[in-house]
């Protein structure tokens, strides 16, 4: 079985993600706020590094319930800062948690932050046709540039690229991917 370029076969939890998660559209407010704080922590390293302490960031993040990480005090960001099983960087868990914050407001001024994000493709998934490696859009631009305004922290275009990837907004799989 091919799978994109990117997956490394020596690794289940890699190949895992990406034949059952990755490019699969989601539309849980859950889901999508948990994928774009990962996405947040994984800038400047690998995204098996974050797979591999997902679940330590699931426990540490209260299962990303955004009613309680809307909450962390310093107290939690020390507590956060100490838990050698997750990525401790004071300025993403911050940014973290001012993210939930503004994740908020969009659920309310949208209804939900599904129906912000899908928005922007109009409710429809993007399948990359031209072969090419890109690793931002306009799309991702746009997006990045209004999560920003907003206020957002580590919300750059290639992270909004990968998190749209990872949403499945945009359809990024190889054309001799089993997935494409």
């Given at each position: 079985?091919?799978?994109c ?100 407001d ?75």
């Open positions: 079985m091919k799978r370029f990117w997956v490394d076969e020596k690794s289940d939890i890699y190949k895992q993600y990406h034949d059952k998660e990755w490019g699969v559209p989601k539309y849980d407010d859950r889901e999508l706020f948990e994928l774009l704080i990962l996405e947040s922590f994984q800038a400047g390293l690998s995204w098996l590094t974050i797979l591999k302490k997902r679940e330590a960031f699931r426990l540490a993040y209260d299962n990303f319930n955004i009613n309680k990480v809307v909450q962390y005090d310093d107290k939690k960001v020390e507590e956060l800062l100490n838990n050698k099983d997750i990525i401790r960087c004071k300025n993403k868990i911050k940014a973290s948690i001012n993210n939930a914050k503004i994740f908020v969009i659920q309310k001024e949208f209804g939900s932050f599904s129906n912000y994000i899908w928005g922007f493709s109009d409710n429809k998934i993007i399948k990359n046709i031209t072969g090419k490696i890109i690793v931002s859009s306009p799309l991702s631009d746009k997006i990045s540039k209004d999560l920003k305004k907003r206020g957002m922290k580590y919300v750059g275009t290639v992270i909004i690229y990968s998190y749209l990837q990872a949403i499945g907004v945009i359809n990024d799989h190889d054309k001799d991917c089993f997935l494409y």
